[in-house]
């Protein structure tokens, strides 16, 4: 089956205002940018993104954030956005924070139709006792927040209940692809695109490469997670804090 489209913008055509969306990258490495910026040109709104982080303030989707699209995020951490962490304490924003790896199991759980897991990550913070604030009032109250988590004992171990994470759409970045929609990605993009692919009911990937064929060797994600699939070319990559040694030298 040929799942290849001809643009971004027709890839997320359908993508309505209050979807929720998967959106792969991890830092700034395998972001889908060029669907992101297919969204933002669409104008689409209201939406409720789960992501590891939301960008930068102008790269990622922090470029959808800055033009106040996002209504709600579920992230492992704020990140280096400024303006996700003034929408998140003005109350123009909700902001569900979630365990990193935590996050990604919610994720892969998603995909793999196991509706809850256990975990000990957060046993004995907020994360499992509730009361981590998702909305803030115009004066700093809380207006939502978490809800407590059941805890249950296993070898004598407490573990919170984490529930999984399936959404509307999801958003990746290959390197490669085929037309049957299977994907190969790059170091570090590996790490969150598979699972928001395998969390999203319909999911879209940009690939910097359309390929007739892959060795089935070398295939990260089979193309039963992915349904459309566009080719965009060498992308920008870009880097999200530069080091540097006295002197100049990398």
Request: net charge negative; charged share 25%; with cysteine.
């Amino acid at each position: 089956m040929d799942k290849t489209l001809s643009t971004p913008e027709v890839a997320v055509a359908d993508i309505p205002d209050g979807a929720s969306l998967a959106v792969g990258g991890f830092g700034l490495c395998g972001v889908p940018m060029e669907l992101i910026r297919a969204l933002l040109d669409r104008g689409t709104t209201g939406l409720h993104v789960v992501s590891n982080n939301c960008g930068v303030d102008d790269h990622g989707l922090g470029v959808l954030l800055r033009e106040g699209r996002i209504a709600r995020m579920t992230a492992s951490y704020v990140g280096e956005n400024k303006e996700f962490a003034r929408r998140y304490l003005a109350g123009e924003l909700e902001v569900e924070l979630v365990p990193q790896g935590t996050l990604a199991e919610r994720l892969r759980a998603g995909g793999c139709g196991i509706p809850a897991f256990y975990t000990p990550a957060g046993v004995g913070t907020q994360v499992a006792e509730g009361g981590l604030p998702w909305r803030y009032g115009p004066d700093g109250e809380v207006l939502a927040a978490s809800p407590p988590r059941e805890i249950r004992e296993f070898d004598g171990r407490p573990y919170v209940l984490e529930e999984a994470v399936r959404t509307d759409f999801g958003l990746v970045h290959a390197a490669r692809a085929d037309r049957h929609g299977n994907l190969v990605f790059d170091k570090s993009a590996r790490n969150f695109n598979p699972l928001a692919a395998m969390a999203a009911r319909v999911t879209v990937a940009q690939a910097e490469e359309v390929v007739e064929r892959l060795d089935p060797d070398e295939i990260h994600l089979p193309g039963i997670f992915v349904d459309r699939v566009v080719a965009v070319g060498p992308v920008a990559k870009p880097i999200e804090k530069r080091t540097v040694l006295p002197g100049g030298h990398r």
